[in-house]
């Protein structure tokens, strides 16, 4: 019974031991890694320059490694014309095919020993500086311009397209670090600057990559910019102490590392998630399995970097059995600019937060408006969006702009994963005639207590002022009692208005607006019309008499001559 105790142990031992192996493997040195694009940024340019014979004008500087071959090819037989620099610091070998169009320069003391099968005479000789800066500028001077700076290390081959090898854009050439697969017009092929390799069986119903990346601790400490697909993927990463990985695009990744992490969306830095000192490629897997809690992994790369810039892409790949048979070509995705986080605001017109605003539904101006800000998570990061002010921005040819003073409304971790909520009242456009509104809110992205821009979010907002009721007159109740109040107010009135008159025609003696005579004087047909008013005796002066006169005469000849 022991016996058959033991043995079963033993088996349990061999099987846990097979299991475990099957779970890591061995990297070594491939030409194209199917899961992994890696290359160093090293110091190039790339301009929009042509000379005067329609020549373009390349430069190409050859970094070799102690250990590594220092012999390559370089086949110029299918290229536009060009003027070709060469230059290296060491000692080395090259067989070229140069088309008789191409005209290949290279330094006076230089140690190239240059080898063809067909010879066009279009190689010569030059003293040209090494610097790079330096180089440059005597190209300037001796073609009109420099067309491209392409720094390579490990040179095995390099071939000419047939394409055109310039760039839209500037003709001048400013050195920076560059992914030389970019220029299309040439393919370049070096050493292999990683390993990799992939444990068996994989599991097509993993929706989720594992894929390893490990840095020897011999390796310088650099910075890794890394381009992530749109799959769902984990990444681990190890490298010496120093290193710093760039994440350009994070959108539906997750991550641990042993190094820093920088995110260029937020931007922020994420310390150090776990300890590893072991760079043992074995080590590393286990740790990477046992942190996401997986089985397997899709693969594990160790890269060997001897510059400080490096650019790492993982490739969408979906059947990489088809791919180690064929490789598809490198086309990684530039690192010229950030991506910020998408975000997003949605407007709600009660605080319950359940029935989002239609986009084209407008919103009256003396309603309270509850809004949510959201974003996409970025891995496992729990990250807090925190607003830091909103304002509102006419759209009309003359735009006003008004800060819009809001409130933070209460929502828990739970509930608003990756989201905050506020509200604000738009109670100050109210007397502004203009109705659409451009809604735009500056917001931070926080991990921890760190908190970094986060860029804007926008949305359009439609205003109205609010339907105004006119006002209701009042309404007067008429009853009897009512009547006859004014009916005798009414007569009081006029008899004491005919007693104020009479008053004052007794206390004057002059004829008031009651005096018939007067009035009906001037009534035709009335029989009081007859009776004469006394002239009032006056003393004019002799000048006025006699102007009196005048236009007495005058205005009795009048009817003279009328009745005549």
């Given at each position: 019974?022991?016996?058959?105790?033991?043995?079963?142990?033993?088996?349990?031992?061999?099987?846990?031991?097979?299991?475990?192996?099957?779970?890591?493997?061995?990297?070594?040195?491939?030409?194209?890694?199917?899961?992994?694009?890696?290359?160093?940024?090293?110091?190039?340019?790339?301009?929009?320059?042509?000379?005067?014979?329609?020549?373009?004008?390349?430069?190409?500087?050859?970094?070799?490694?102690?250990?590594?071959?220092?012999?390559?090819?370089?086949?110029?037989?299918?290229?536009?014309?060009?003027?070709?620099?060469?230059?290296?610091?060491?000692?080395?070998?090259?067989?070229?095919?140069?088309?008789?169009?191409?005209?290949?320069?290279?330094?006076?003391?230089?140690?190239?020993?240059?080898?063809?099968?067909?010879?066009?005479?279009?190689?010569?000789?030059?003293?040209?500086?090494?610097?790079?800066?330096?180089?440059?500028?005597?190209?300037?001077?001796?073609?009109?311009?420099?067309?491209?700076?392409?720094?390579?290390?490990?040179?095995?081959?390099?071939?000419?397209?047939?394409?055109?090898?310039?760039?839209?854009?500037?003709?001048?050439?400013?050195?920076?670090?560059?992914?030389?697969?970019?220029?299309?017009?040439?393919?370049?092929?070096?050493?292999?600057?990683?390993?990799?390799?992939?444990?068996?069986?994989?599991?097509?119903?993993?929706?989720?990559?594992?894929?390893?990346?490990?840095?020897?601790?011999?390796?310088?400490?650099?910075?890794?910019?890394?381009?992530?697909?749109?799959?769902?993927?984990?990444?681990?990463?190890?490298?010496?102490?120093?290193?710093?990985?760039?994440?350009?695009?994070?959108?539906?990744?997750?991550?641990?590392?042993?190094?820093?992490?920088?995110?260029?969306?937020?931007?922020?830095?994420?310390?150090?998630?776990?300890?590893?000192?072991?760079?043992?490629?074995?080590?590393?897997?286990?740790?990477?399995?046992?942190?996401?809690?997986?089985?397997?992994?899709?693969?594990?790369?160790?890269?060997?970097?001897?510059?400080?810039?490096?650019?790492?892409?993982?490739?969408?790949?979906?059947?990489?059995?088809?791919?180690?048979?064929?490789?598809?070509?490198?086309?990684?995705?530039?690192?010229?600019?950030?991506?910020?986080?998408?975000?997003?605001?949605?407007?709600?017109?009660?605080?319950?937060?359940?029935?989002?605003?239609?986009?084209?539904?407008?919103?009256?101006?003396?309603?309270?408006?509850?809004?949510?800000?959201?974003?996409?998570?970025?891995?496992?990061?729990?990250?807090?969006?925190?607003?830091?002010?909103?304002?509102?921005?006419?759209?009309?040819?003359?735009?006003?702009?008004?800060?819009?003073?809001?409130?933070?409304?209460?929502?828990?971790?739970?509930?608003?994963?990756?989201?905050?909520?506020?509200?604000?009242?738009?109670?100050?456009?109210?007397?502004?005639?203009?109705?659409?509104?451009?809604?735009?809110?500056?917001?931070?992205?926080?991990?921890?207590?760190?908190?970094?821009?986060?860029?804007?979010?926008?949305?359009?907002?439609?205003?109205?002022?609010?339907?105004?009721?006119?006002?209701?007159?009042?309404?007067?109740?008429?009853?009897?009692?009512?009547?006859?109040?004014?009916?005798?107010?009414?007569?009081?009135?006029?008899?004491?208005?005919?007693?104020?008159?009479?008053?004052?025609?007794?206390?004057t003696g002059y004829p008031t607006g009651l005096d018939i005579s007067s009035t009906a004087a001037n009534l035709p047909g009335?029989?009081?019309?007859?009776?004469?008013?006394?002239?009032?005796?006056?003393?004019?002066?002799?000048?006025?008499?006699?102007?009196?006169?005048?236009?007495?005469?005058?205005?009795?000849?009048?009817?003279?001559?009328?009745?005549?």
């Open positions: 019974m022991e016996g058959h105790v033991v043995l079963f142990a033993l088996l349990l031992c061999i099987s846990a031991a097979a299991s475990a192996s099957s779970q890591t493997c061995d990297p070594i040195e491939v030409n194209d890694n199917p899961w992994v694009y890696v290359t160093e940024e090293l110091i190039g340019c790339w301009t929009s320059f042509i000379g005067q014979d329609n020549e373009e004008v390349h430069i190409l500087k050859l970094n070799f490694d102690p250990s590594d071959s220092i012999m390559f090819s370089l086949e110029m037989n299918n290229t536009k014309p060009m003027n070709l620099i060469l230059t290296s610091s060491a000692t080395y070998f090259a067989l070229h095919y140069l088309h008789p169009d191409v005209k290949l320069y290279v330094q006076n003391d230089s140690k190239i020993g240059l080898h063809a099968n067909v010879h066009h005479n279009n190689v010569y000789k030059r003293d040209f500086p090494s610097e790079d800066e330096e180089l440059v500028k005597w190209a300037s001077q001796e073609f009109g311009g420099v067309t491209s700076f392409t720094t390579i290390r490990n040179l095995k081959k390099v071939t000419s397209t047939g394409t055109k090898g310039t760039k839209p854009g500037s003709s001048n050439c400013t050195l920076r670090n560059e992914d030389a697969s970019e220029k299309h017009f040439m393919k370049i092929e070096t050493a292999p600057l990683a390993k990799s390799c992939s444990p068996s069986p994989q599991n097509p119903n993993d929706e989720t990559e594992l894929h390893i990346i490990n840095i020897p601790e011999t390796a310088i400490p650099c910075n890794v910019s890394v381009h992530v697909g749109t799959k769902k993927t984990s990444v681990f990463l190890r490298g010496p102490q120093g290193t710093t990985w760039t994440f350009i695009n994070p959108l539906h990744t997750q991550f641990g590392s042993n190094n820093d992490i920088v995110l260029l969306a937020i931007p922020h830095r994420i310390p150090p998630l776990i300890t590893l000192n072991s760079d043992n490629a074995v080590d590393v897997q286990r740790k990477a399995l046992d942190y996401f809690k997986a089985s397997t992994f899709t693969s594990y790369t160790e890269v060997r970097p001897e510059y400080p810039m490096v650019l790492l892409v993982l490739r969408n790949n979906d059947d990489p059995k088809v791919t180690e048979t064929a490789p598809a070509p490198v086309t990684p995705t530039t690192t010229n600019a950030p991506h910020q986080m998408p975000l997003l605001m949605q407007l709600y017109t009660s605080p319950d937060y359940r029935s989002p605003m239609d986009p084209n539904t407008k919103v009256q101006s003396d309603k309270r408006i509850y809004a949510e800000i959201s974003g996409h998570t970025l891995g496992d990061i729990v990250l807090t969006i925190k607003v830091i002010s909103c304002f509102v921005r006419s759209t009309g040819s003359c735009p006003v702009v008004k800060e819009l003073p809001f409130m933070s409304e209460a929502c828990s971790a739970n509930l608003c994963p990756n989201s905050t909520r506020l509200s604000f009242s738009l109670d100050q456009l109210h007397e502004l005639t203009t109705t659409t509104w451009d809604l735009e809110c500056s917001v931070k992205l926080c991990y921890s207590e760190k908190c970094g821009d986060g860029g804007r979010v926008k949305r359009n907002l439609e205003v109205t002022q609010p339907c105004l009721q006119p006002p209701t007159p009042p309404c007067f109740d008429f009853r009897l009692p009512g009547v006859l109040g004014i009916a005798f107010g009414g007569f009081l009135i006029g008899v004491l208005l005919i007693g104020a008159l009479w008053f004052i025609k007794i206390k009335c029989p009081c019309s007859g009776a004469k008013r006394q002239p009032v005796s006056t003393n004019p002066s002799p000048s006025e008499n006699s102007s009196a006169n005048a236009s007495i005469g005058s205005t009795q000849s009048t009817p003279t001559s009328s009745m005549a």
